[in-house]
């Protein structure tokens, strides 16, 4: 089978000299539940963000959806064409605050897909039931509880049905008793089926969920193992001393 | 209870209770002097005489139904903005209504399909105070958007444009652009082709307004996170939607005190087309004052005129701040 996400060589400075992406290659295959984990500004972001050309590269090969992307900057409609098919969940939510909920997750079904305003809103509540949010639907962005918004923002990316989610440190904001009620959220879209990439630090979703492991540092693919062999016997000096730190924390 | 706190609020010791009774009978005095001259001295007559160019200008008698039913229409639209919440269906049509009220009031005052044509030098009094500031804001503030996006355009050649005409508005004294409008709007166009003062005083208005108000809404779109446009990126919208469906609305209810402030503001300066020759609310009671048979009763005059742009001002206020408060709710819930 095809794969979702095909990376090869991608490479990407911001500014001269230090490299953000730094001769990247990775695959995602369907169903599968990529983790990516490093450092702050490791270039995490930096990489998930060329999956849905919100960040573009210097060189190197992309293929998302069998959709390929080229390192040139003309490319908004087959960019436009990916995005209806993977969505992204970021850490700060980043709702609308003007929209309610129901008009949040709505707005894409209708204006992008040209769907009518019933099915979009009956399909949103089916959404946002899974969700476990329903009794919220009425209700704006900031009634709610940070947790509450994540899984908003996660409803809103399934809305456009996605072949791919794409997940930006999706509960760094939280605060901890909230934490969980997104990352079993995220479990059973992974059971569904769903393929992900997910950067996070939370060691036990990666251990439980994660099917591969991506280690960065500086730009760099350090490590991909699978999660049994990346948290227990982890092959670089590198990562053993960032998963140190982080069961410090 | 209440005899108490006043005790403690403003009779605490001795410095406080002489400010309080000094502030009280200073009150009393001016309020007395005030009601005296509203009541007795002063001579109404010259009001109540000339009530219907107050309104309508020199409208011709048999259709002043025309300018009366619009400024009553433009009364109940207040009211039914300011009732809104308690009746839910009303806000759905408000804002149709809101934008329509304008040309409107053209078509009324101006006649035409079925209606007998009325010269514009026969509009004036408050209905033209209202229609010069109402036709001038809604032109204005769509420009006004258009100039602030401009600004922030990729296009250098765009962003430079829009900055340029932005700037040299906002260094020139609005009485000029007015002059300038009479004055220069005529020669650009096609002999043959004229427009009468009232539009020429509308598109200068419109020229100038905009230009500030499209600093206010740039103030609004400034606020808005970087993050609510890629989050319209991500879910495949087009730049045009996420402009129009996520940042200018979120733009807009920031800018909106500031916008206000400009509309009230430009109620205001409608009284200078008085100089220019309009016979506006202030023009109007410019040319009463010149009749001899009216003479010296300025006082009178200038009185009712203030209370009137008073009237009017603070109904205008009063709306912006229920709107305001309705968003904040809308927010908040
Ligand atoms: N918009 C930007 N402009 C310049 N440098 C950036 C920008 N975004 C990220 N970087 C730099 O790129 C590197 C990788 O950043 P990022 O992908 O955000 O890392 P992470 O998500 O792992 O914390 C960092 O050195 C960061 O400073
Ligand atoms: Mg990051």
């Given at each position: 089978?095809?794969p979702i ?21 990775i695959s ?8 990516v ?33 080229g390192s040139?900057?003309n ?5 436009r ?35 009518k ?6 399909e ?6 899974q ?6 639907a ?6 709610l509880?940070?947790g ?5 923002a ?12 794409l ?27 769903m ?38 016997d ?16 | ?8 609020r ?7 209770s002489i ?7 200073f009150?009393?005095i ?5 009601l ?53 269906w ?5 804002p ?19 209606l007998?044509?009325?010269e ?19 032109l ?41 409008g ?5 020669l ?26 499209a600093?206010d809404i ?8 970087k993050?609510?446009?890629?989050a ?12 129009c ?6 733009a ?13 503001g430009?109620l ?8 220019l020759?309009?016979?506006?609310l ?32 603070t ?10 408060k ?8």
């Open positions: 089978m095809l996400v095909k990376a090869t060589n991608l490479t990407k400075s911001y500014a001269k000299g230090i490299r953000a992406l730094d001769n990247i290659s995602v295959d369907p169903g599968e539940v990529l983790v984990m490093g450092p702050s500004g490791s270039g995490k972001s930096t990489l998930i963000r060329t999956f849905n050309g919100l960040e573009t590269f210097d060189s190197g090969q992309l293929n998302v959806l069998g959709i390929p992307l040139n900057h490319e908004e409609r087959k960019i064409r990916i995005r209806k098919r993977v969505g992204m969940v970021f850490q700060q939510f980043n709702l609308f605050p003007h929209l309610s909920i129901l008009e949040n997750i709505t707005l894409a079904p209708i204006k992008v897909q040209k769907k305003r019933d099915e979009a809103e009956h949103a509540l089916v959404l946002l039931t969700m476990g949010i329903e009794s919220h009425q209700k704006y962005p900031s009634q509880s940070g509450e918004q994540q899984r908003v996660i409803a809103r990316a399934l809305a456009l049905k996605p072949e791919l989610l997940f930006d440190e999706p509960t760094s904001a939280l605060d901890p008793e909230r934490v969980n009620e997104v990352l079993d959220a995220m479990r059973r879209l992974a059971e569904q089926g393929s992900m990439v997910v950067v996070t630090h939370e060691v036990n979703f990666a251990k439980e969920v994660g099917d591969k492991v991506l280690f960065m540092d500086s730009g760099k693919v350090i490590e991909t193992s699978t999660p049994d062999i990346f948290f227990l982890a092959k670089h000096q590198r990562s053993r001393k960032f998963l140190n730190q982080i069961k410090k924390k | 209870m209440i005899l108490k706190k006043i005790k403690q403003a009779f605490s010791n001795i410095l406080d400010t309080t009774l000094i502030i009280i009978s009150i009393i001016s309020l007395t002097t005030i005296k001259w509203i009541f007795f001295s002063a001579n109404w007559s010259v009001v109540k005489i000339n009530l219907p160019l107050f309104f309508f200008g020199s409208f011709p008698k048999d259709q002043l139904w025309r300018p009366g039913l619009w400024m009553s229409l433009i009364a109940i639209l207040s009211f039914a903005t300011l009732l809104a919440p308690r009746w839910k009303v806000p759905k049509f408000l149709i209504l809101w934008i329509s009220f304008a040309p409107l009031g053209i078509f009324l005052l101006g006649g035409g399909l079925g007998s044509p009325v514009s030098r026969n509009w004036g009094g408050l209905t033209l105070t209202i229609l010069l500031t109402s036709f001038s804001a809604i204005s503030l769509p420009l006004g958007i258009v100039l602030a996006l401009g600004r922030q355009s990729e296009l250098p050649v765009i962003r430079k444009a829009s900055s340029l005409y932005i700037d040299t508005m906002r260094s020139v004294p609005l009485i000029a652009v007015l002059f300038f009479q004055l220069l709007i005529p650009f166009l096609p002999i043959g082709l004229e427009i009468n003062r009232v539009y020429r005083a509308i598109i200068a208005f419109t020229l100038f307004v905009s230009a500030y108000l600093e740039r103030g609004g779109l400034q606020s808005v996170p993050t609510q446009r890629e319209g990126e991500v879910l495949g919208l087009h730049p045009l939607q996420i402009t469906l996520i940042i200018l609305p979120q807009l209810r920031v800018a909106l005190p500031s916008l206000t402030n400009q509309a009230v430009l205001q300066n409608t009284s200078l087309m008085a100089i020759g309009l016979v506006e202030l023009g109007i009671g410019r040319s009463i004052l010149a009749n001899p048979e009216f003479i010296g009763r300025y006082i009178e005059v200038y009185v009712w005129l203030a209370a009137l742009y008073w009237v009017v001002c109904l205008m206020a009063l709306i912006a701040r229920h709107l305001e309705q968003m904040a709710l809308e927010k908040r819930g």
